[in-house]
Structures are given as structure tokens and as C-alpha cells.
């Protein structure tokens, strides 16, 4: 037998003050009854009226323990739940920083990313790559921390200029790894700039652990300048300024080699919905154990003795 909240069962110390209490005042009541009372209507006084204190002392004891919650066997309830990792891994780049999208191609990325994260049903992680990658954020099913971690993120994060996709993916892949009762996938957000050499190479990894990488690519084929956080257009080591075209080749051959999706600018209120709700996970089945209330017992016997007290009191002097 355990109870819901055990400290409450101190209060049926209570008990037997009250049954001094109710004692005293059966003993000046049955005094002052002989005194003002005819012997003729004692006569047919209840003879269980000396119980009453001893049925109301018991019935406070037994509400009491009720109220404490008492809890005897459990009832095993199977709980379902899908369990999936994902990892988002994103451009930051300086290309990024391109504003042909009615924004720049980071920010239009972030919102994209932000929406994932919030709406995915299980563990969420965050890298982000120039020519090397960077672990934000470990898998974690705080996904309001991850958001607030992505928020923080600028283009140039890491200081080496670049955009090598492999170093991102291979970064993703190690996450991924680390839990592998777990199935999950990984979405890639960039502009598809790799001036890496290592993307085949990943490609094959992720294939070989069947691990899906969905590319999102964010930005225009025509080209665009990049912004200068201090003012101005990057420029070249010549002097000229640099323009940046956003591909979907190397983006294409990731998610086609890995089973994964590709999406070009996927504004639309609706376009990321399943990729949004995609968990990838694997069905689980978790037994838990929930005990079995047993209130009602000594609820009962305290509504009897209450009962049994007031029928005592009936015919009292």
C-alpha cells in the first residue's frame, strides 16, 4: 500500500484529540441529563449514544487516510510514441548573405528552418558550415532552444570563407550516429555553392547508413551582389565584385543519392507541410505502470461510521 501524499496522514493524530473532545462532551451531557432530565425520559435514551465519540473519532481517522490517496496494485499501459532525430544543417556562407530573394537568402532559410524545428515530432539538432562545419546544437528535444540558438546565427559565423557541403553533411552524419536505435534524416538549407571536395564522399556515407538528406535551396539563378555587414558589395582579390548564382546541381545529386527531396525556394504557405510533419521514426511501444487508486475503501467506511454516529445520536437525551 502506498499513498499519493503520505505527509496528509499525519493530520489522523488529530483522531484521538477528537475523541477526547467528543468524550468530554458526552459525560457533561449525560450529567446535565440527570440532573434537568426525568428518570421517565432517560429511560428511552439510546444506549449506543456512549459509540458516538468513538464513530466520529474513527470516521475523521478513515477520511483521512482518503485523503491521503492510498494506492494498492497497478494497471501496465501501453503508450505509443514515434521516435526520430533530425538534424538541420545550414549555409552561412557569405552567399548567404545575397538579397535576391525579397530578402536575403539567410533569413528566408532561417524562417524555413525555424518552421522545421518547431513542427518536428522528435529530437532536433543544428549544424552549421562555411568550409568547415560547426555543431550548434547536439540532438535535443528542446526544440524552443534550438530555435533560439538558430536565431542567433549570421552569415561569416565561423570565419572560414567557403561553402564546402560535405563538411556540413559529414558533421550531421556524426549526430546522427552517435544514437543509433534511433532512425532520422537530415535537411540541408544553402544557396547549392560547394567549393568543397568532399560531398561524394558523404553522399556515400549517408547512403550506406540510409540516412535521406531533403535540400532545400534558397536563392535566384540570376545572381547577386553580396552585402557587406559594414557597408558596400563584397569584392574579389582583383577589386571586382562578386556575384553569387544560386545552383540546384550539387543540392539535386545529394537528395537523389540519399532518397531524400529537393525543394527550390519553397515559399509557399504549403510547400514544406510533409517534410514539415515527416518524423522518419520508428514506432515504439512503451509500457508504463499506473497505480491503482483505492480511496474509495476507506472513504466508504468513514461515510458508514459517520452514519452509525448519527443513528446514535437518535433518541439522545
Known sequence: MTFRNAPLLYLALLAPIALLVLWAAERSRARLARRFASERLRGVANTARPLRPWLIALACAAAIVALAGPRRGVVRVAVPATEANRVIVMDVSLSMAAED?????????????????????????????????????????????????????????????????????????????????????????????DQGTRTDGAIAALRARNVPVHSIVIGSGLGATIPQPEGGELHDDHGDVVRTYATT?????????????????????????????????????????????????????????????????????
Open 101 to 193: 530573394v525579397g530578402a536575403s537568402r539567410f533569413d528566408a532559410g532561417k524562417a524555413i528552418a525555424r518552421r522545421l524545428i518547431d513542427s518536428f515530432p522528435g529530437r532536433v539538432g543544428l549544424v552549421i558550415f562555411e568550409s568547415r562545419a560547426d555543431v550548434i546544437s547536439p540532438l535535443t528535444s528542446d526544440t524552443s532552444a534550438v530555435a533560439a540558438l538558430l536565431d542567433t546565427v549570421e552569415p561569416g559565423e565561423i570565419g572560414d570563407p567557403g561553402s564546402d557541403l560535405g563538411s556540413g553533411l559529414g558533421a550531421a552524419l556524426r549526430l546522427l550516429t552517435a544514437d543509433p536505435t534511433q532512425k532520422g534524416d537530415i535537411v540541408l538549407i544553402t544557396d547549392g555553392e
Open 249 to 317: 546541381d550539387v543540392a539535386k545529386r545529394v537528395a537523389s543519392g540519399t532518397s531524400g527531396e529537393l525543394f527550390v525556394n519553397p515559399f509557399a504557405a504549403h510547400a514544406l507541410d510533409a517534410l514539415a510533419s515527416r518524423g522518419n521514426g520508428i514506432a515504439k511501444s512503451s509500457m508504463i505502470e499506473i497505480p491503482v487508486e483505492r480511496y474509495q475503501w476507506p472513504l466508504a467506511i468513514a461515510f458508514a461510521l459517520f452514519l452509525l454516529a448519527s443513528l446514535a445520536h437518535r433518541g439522545a437525551e
